[in-house]
């Protein structure tokens, strides 16, 4: 095991490597490189010198262009085909007369080239330009890796704003699934009970642009709505002279629409009011469902329109009720109604669905999904797995282009 400390000193001066199948020319080009300070070791052929490369950490290789079994260029070829260790600057030893292989070598991406015999001027910058690169690669390697393992505690954090588990209720079968883009997401959904009497709240959001900006909105956004919906665990608990407030119980009782419209209206006044320089905002799908009669309470907040398929494979859309949450503040919210008969099926979605792309730049689009809806499929998991089939199916072999939230309600027959 290297000592720490050597490990320290070998890194402060740079490590090179010299791949060279002549013994002499490795020892002449080893003490002009020793005399510049860095450190050196040995390959006698191609084959060595990448075994080495793959094991042991070095900041600059000096590649001999004509070798026997495996030459320069081939090496060269193997280097920067491995990720692991294509980032380390090659600079190819050349003889008089190997000029075209050198250039072939430079098209495959060598950083420099160093003439026999070596004049020491042009081996000491040609080496310290090398040297520089690779700390410049290193250093941004590094904040990238910082940055990489910010953006993971990120998105554990951001996990836990979604629901461990969705409530379990007799009479309805409720799934729901959320893809990141990125490593954070600024889509979000919740469902929680609203009390004793069986009703479930249930949030679809999807806050603009994507990244760390909308992830960190989105968790904004989800728990205002939370705290403000949330008559159990919310802020709409009050304890007043060691009792329950009246307002849980009026939150408790209060019509579906009218609890939505008011939670509507305070995210967005808070949002617009407190944030409004951000200039962010969300889409978003609220619902209280009752199980016991089907019966739906909704507001559409600039949202994609939900679909609701019926038991005979009929699919109409449930229409917006008002603007997305956050644009101005003392915005007016409505909401809808609707009764899912035995069979029927709400399905809620963000449009990283709709506006995925496929390989050509086609787009999945409403058509497609709604087709995927028509099959009639006997359950909440089937109709799910049935979307997000097609949708993979569909964008094969392509990044996605937003992030992808699907939740899906179903009133058992």
Known sequence: MTDPSEAARMEAVGRVLIVDDMEVNRDLLARHVRREGYEV???ADGAEGLAMLRAEPFDVVFLDVM???????????????????RHIPVIMVSAAGEQEIVVKCLELGA?????????PTILRARARAALDRKRLHDQRQMQTDSLA?????????????????????????????LASAKQVSGDFYDAFAMGDDGRLMLVVGDVCDKGVGAALFMA?????????????????????????SLVQAAMRTASGGGLLTRVA????????????????????????????????????????????VSSDGRVHELAGTGPAL???????????????????TVVVYSDGIVDAQNSVGGVFGS????????????????????????????????????????LVVRRPA
Not at 376 to 386: F, G, I, Y
């Open 265 to 308: 209206g305070f995210t967005n006044d808070y949002i617009a009011r407190v944030h409004g320089s951000a200039n962010m905002f969300a889409t978003a799908f609220l619902a209280v469902v009752d199980p016991r009669d089907g019966t739906v309470d909704y507001v559409n907040a600039g949202h994609e329109p939900p679909l609701v």
């Open 220 to 244: 904004l956004f989800r728990s205002l709505i939370r705290a403000t919906g949330d008559p159990l665990t919310g802020g709409a608990e009050r304890i007043v002279g060691g009792r329950r």
């Open 111 to 119: 950083e420099d080239y160093l003439p026999k015999p070596f004049n």
């Open 149 to 177: 393992r910010e953006l993971e505690i990120g998105r554990r954090i951001q996990q836990h704003f979604l629901p461990a588990e969705i409530p379990t209720v007799s009479g309805l079968e409720i799934v729901a699934h």
């Open 67 to 85: 070798m026997p079994g495996m030459s320069g260029d081939a090496v060269l070829e193997e280097i920067k085909g491995d990720d692991a260790i």
């Open 367 to 406: 058509a497609r999904l709604v087709q995927a809806l028509e099959a009639r499929l006997p359950s909440a998991a089937e109709v799910q797995a049935r979307v997000l089939s097609e949708l993979a199916a569909f964008t094969a072999g392509t990044d996605p282009v937003d992030d992808v939230t699907l």
């Open 41 to 43: 070791s040995m390959a």
């Open 326 to 344: 956050g644009l101005l503040p003392d915005l007016e919210f409505h909401s809808g109604t609707i009764v899912m008969s035995p069979g029927d």
